[in-house]
């Protein structure tokens, strides 16, 4: 069983940054990936960007790229954010997958983006 709690939300003005993170507990494995996601009202929640347990592969959305960045640091998942639009509000949940699929997710973050 995992455990994540994210923390870090929070309200800033756009042109502003974020960090957000997330801290993992329980058994994970090299071989896990932690993903990031997000959720606006009225939409669908949408993946962000995601990071092998090992550091070594990332990967991210269009719509985050060069303004986004996934890091580790033992048993925390970072999720630094910048430049951040009105369209960047969202719950941001963290969650992990083992194998296949994210089965582990977190409580989620509240992050708004005022214009």
């Known amino acids: 069983q995992v455990q994540l709690v994210e923390s870090g939300g929070g309200l800033v003005q756009a042109g502003g940054s974020l960090r957000l993170s997330c801290v993992a507990s329980?058994?994970?494995?090299?071989?896990?990936?932690m993903g990031w996601f997000r959720q606006a009202p009225q939409k669908e929640r949408e993946f962000v960007g995601s990071?092998?347990?090992?550091?070594?592969n990332t990967d991210y959305a269009d719509s985050v790229k060069g303004r986004f960045t996934i890091s580790r640091d033992k048993n925390t998942v970072y999720l630094q954010m910048n430049s951040l639009t009105p369209e960047d509000t969202a719950v941001y949940y963290c969650?992990?997958?083992?194998?296949?699929?994210?089965?582990?997710w977190g409580q989620g973050t509240q992050v708004t983006v005022s214009s």
């Open positions: 329980g058994r994970i494995f090299s071989s896990y990936i």
């Open positions: 969650a992990a997958k083992p194998d296949v699929a994210y089965i582990y």
């Open positions: 990071i092998t347990w090992s550091g070594v």
